[in-house]
């Protein structure tokens, strides 16, 4: 099992930026690709961005793509997701995941996901 905490949530204007951390117990995080999505109250839970487990692959969703970067340190068993140029429509609760699937692809579906952690609130305000 793989137990995730995401962490670094919080209130910030348009334009700025913020780092979510998540971090993994359980299981190192070194044979699972991680992915990072979002869910807005109302909505579905959608796709921010995945990165392999080597860290030599990303993928972002068109939307935050230029501005949110994933990196990960297994050694840490940690995964970040470095978000600059905030706009409000990015107001979210921000859901790190791991995969453990075999896809020929970097996965980006939810139903691709195993594990997932609790959320954590970015509210980005005009």
């Known amino acids: 099992q793989v137990q995730l905490v995401e962490s670094g949530g919080g209130l910030v204007q348009a334009g700025g930026s913020l780092r979510l951390s998540c971090a993994a117990s359980?299981?190192?995080?070194?044979?699972?690709?991680m992915g990072w999505f979002r869910q807005a109250p109302g909505k579905e839970r959608e796709f921010v961005g995945t990165i392999s487990w080597s860290g030599g692959s990303r993928y972002y969703a068109d939307s935050v793509k230029g501005r949110f970067t994933i990196s990960r340190d297994n050694a840490k068993n940690t995964v970040y997701l470095q978000m600059n140029a905030l706009k409000p429509e990015d107001t979210a609760v921000y859901y790190c995941a791991a995969s453990d699937q075999t896809t020929p692809y970097l996965p980006t579906r939810v139903a691709l996901y195993d594990y997932w952690g609790q959320g954590t609130q970015v509210t980005v305000s005009s």
């Open positions: 359980g299981r190192t995080l070194s044979m699972y690709s």
